[in-house]
């Protein structure tokens, strides 16, 4: 008597199939991901930047699909330059502290942070990226404000003029430090910070011990050891950090617009364009100037191997 086999499922067939061609298992994985990426992201941010191509009727306050860089050009205007100029020394003031308060903290923590004390490390690192964004920032704003933790210390120490005298600065730019440039490059720094000790933390740990070992045998003082050893080594890791500040500081436009309240960088730029202006081409264009620093430094910084150390 011959036996039945049982029929196979669609399920026993589906297996087999994968099995037989494992390309097609990973082609269905990844389409999802890579149809939203393509369609909803890039297709998107494609259609924002082709907006810039076009111009806004003076008259009507109506878009005109036509090819033009007249929109384009208008980024060239003194006063626009301006906001360009501003975000990009507001970017590059930012990234420099960051790796300046980030460096002994990550130094401690991948030379002399053993066991629990790691974990607390990167507890202490991690705990504020958990809370809200604008928690923090109006939390700041509070801290910053004339009323508040900065003026009260500044009064207990008998340091009042010199805050004042700082605030007058032109280049702060405002009465108060919750109004002024000075506060916003404060709450950019403490927001960004963890994105730049993470990376320069995990670089710093790759440098071997022996070449720190043998500098000191052959009669190289700590400083040197640092400018020629460390420094180096830590380097892909300060860019690597560096990538994440830069470009979130080039973008935001919710500090400037609670701290600072100002329409002078970029990001409050496109929003207040795209928003109350209605002026849509304009907000393009000065979307598209992030866009292209982004890619010549990500260029400059895979040149200078800062990928390896994310």
């Known amino acids: 008597m011959t036996a039945v086999l049982p029929s196979r499922g669609v399920a026993d067939r589906l297996t087999g199939l994968f099995w037989r061609h494992p390309g097609v298992l990973t082609a269905l994985l990844l389409s999802p ?8 992201y890039l297709g998107s941010l494609a259609a924002l ?11 009507s306050g109506l878009i005109v699909p036509e090819f033009t860089l007249t ?8 006063s626009n330059l301006s906001v360009i100029w501003r975000t990009l020394m507001m970017a590059s003031a930012v990234s420099l502290a960051s790796i300046l308060v980030a460096f ?16 607390v490390f990167y507890l202490g690192v991690m705990l504020p990226l958990w809370s809200s964004y604008l928690v ?19 009064e207990a120490t008998h340091t009042t003029p010199v805050l004042d005298a700082v605030l007058s600065l032109p280049v702060i730019g405002g009465n108060s430090l919750s109004t002024s440039y000075l506060g916003m490059f404060l709450v950019f720094l403490y927001v960004w ?6 990376p320069l933390q995990a670089a710093l740990e790759r440098v071997p011990q022996s070449l720190l070992e043998a500098s000191s045998d052959l009669g190289a003082t700590r400083a040197q050891t640092f400018r020629t050893v460390v420094l180096p080594l830590a380097m892909p890791g300060m860019i690597a950090g560096s990538i994440f500040t830069f470009s979130l500081t080039l973008g935001d436009y919710i500090i400037p617009q609670i ?15 795209q928003g109350t202006a209605g002026d849509i081409p304009l907000a393009a264009a000065f979307a598209l100037v992030p866009i292209l620093i982004m890619l010549v430094y990500l260029a400059i910084a895979r040149r200078m191997g800062a990928f390896d150390a994310l």
């Open 33 to 40: 991901p890579f149809l939203w990426l393509v369609v909803v």
């Open 49 to 59: 930047l082709l907006q810039s191509f076009y111009s806004i009727d003076d008259f």
């Open 71 to 78: 929109t384009l050009g208008r980024l060239l205007k003194p």
């Open 104 to 119: 002994p903290i990550a130094w401690y923590a991948a030379r002399f942070a053993k066991g629990r004390w790691k974990a």
């Open 136 to 154: 923090k920032v109006y939390a700041w704003k509070l801290i910053l404000a004339k009323e508040g933790i900065v003026s009260w210390a500044a």
């Open 193 to 198: 910070l963890p994105y730049m000790i993470l």
């Open 259 to 273: 701290i600072g309240n100002s329409a002078s960088f970029i990001g409050m730029a496109v929003y207040q364009l």
